[in-house]
């Protein structure tokens, strides 16, 4: 199979202090659910920026889809911490803006706005946030605003989904309610996921391979394939092979701090 998303000995050096992440080189396959994991500043948010093109590396390079990456990607959709909805639109007008903003959508916009919608309402269904499309992110709780933000990096149908510690704002039922909610999105479309967390269960969890990066500079120290069947239901996290993994993983990233 060959690679989606392809990092070639990339690094990046932001200023004169150094590389912040370090001869990454890696292939991410279409529809694979990929986690990276590391200590603080090991430079997981700087290997999304390079992905979507918004920062170029320093040396090596980056393709996607075959193509080489130069400039910010059209094909991914991003969600972030915040869920950083516009107060000033309601949920469901949240949800469209990408279909307003990004090629071919935005000029079709107006012509086929009936449909876009069908489309947002669809997706706010499955995520549970039917009745809610109406509502302002003001009268959200923190677990729907991030619902409605996962529903509008996916509207206009990316095949490259980046999440950047989506869930790490929330509660700890709420997290594990929305992890379903992404496994079930997943299956079911099958996008490619680019998820860092510091949720060492929630990368367990979702992802088919996980990525562990040491302190800067961030390189990849470790590749681990996930063999747990799918679909998994939250009841395998409680599980011994479940644990064990995550113990692993925690003591890899605990080794990784002490030096
Ligand atoms: N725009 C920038 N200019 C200069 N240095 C930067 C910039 N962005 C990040 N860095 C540095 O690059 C390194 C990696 O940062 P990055 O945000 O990618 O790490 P991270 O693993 O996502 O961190 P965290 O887990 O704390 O969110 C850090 O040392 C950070 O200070």
Not at 44 to 63: N, V, Y
Not at 168 to 197: K, M, P, S, Y
Request: hydrophobic content about 40%; charged content about 25%.
């Amino acid at each position: 199979m060959s690679a989606f998303v392809a990092f070639d000995h990339v690094s990046l050096a932001y200023d004169d202090s150094g590389n912040a992440i370090e001869d990454i080189d890696l292939d991410i396959h279409e529809g694979e659910f990929v986690a990276f994991v590391g200590p603080s500043g090991c430079g997981k948010s700087t290997f999304m920026k390079l992905c979507t093109g918004l920062h170029a590396p320093t040396a090596g390079s980056i393709k996607v889809d075959g193509v080489a990456v130069t400039e910010p990607l059209k094909i991914s959709g991003m969600a972030f911490q915040n869920a950083n909805l516009l107060p000033w639109r309601t949920t469901l007008d949240n949800v469209l803006l990408p279909l307003e903003i990004v090629k071919p959508y935005r000029h079709q916009f107006r012509k086929r706005r009936k449909e876009f919608e069908g489309w947002a309402r669809d997706l706010l269904k499955t995520v549970g946030l039917a009745d809610y499309e109406d509502q302002y992110p003001w009268q959200l709780s923190g677990g729907m605003q991030q619902r409605a933000s996962i529903c509008r990096a996916l509207i206009h149908q990316p095949r490259l989904l980046m999440l950047d510690e989506p869930f790490g704002a929330l509660d700890a039922f709420t997290r594990e309610e929305l992890w379903c909610v992404l496994r079930d999105l997943w299956e079911a479309q099958r996008f490619t996921v680019v998820l860092v967390t510091h949720d060492l269960r929630e990368a367990a969890f979702l992802a088919d391979t996980v990525y562990v990066m040491s302190s800067r500079p961030g390189r990849v120290v470790e590749r681990r394939e996930i063999d747990l069947p799918r679909p998994r239901a939250l009841d395998i996290t409680y599980d011994k092979p479940f644990i064990d993994l995550v113990h692993e993983l925690r003591a890899q990233i605990g080794e990784i701090r002490s030096t």
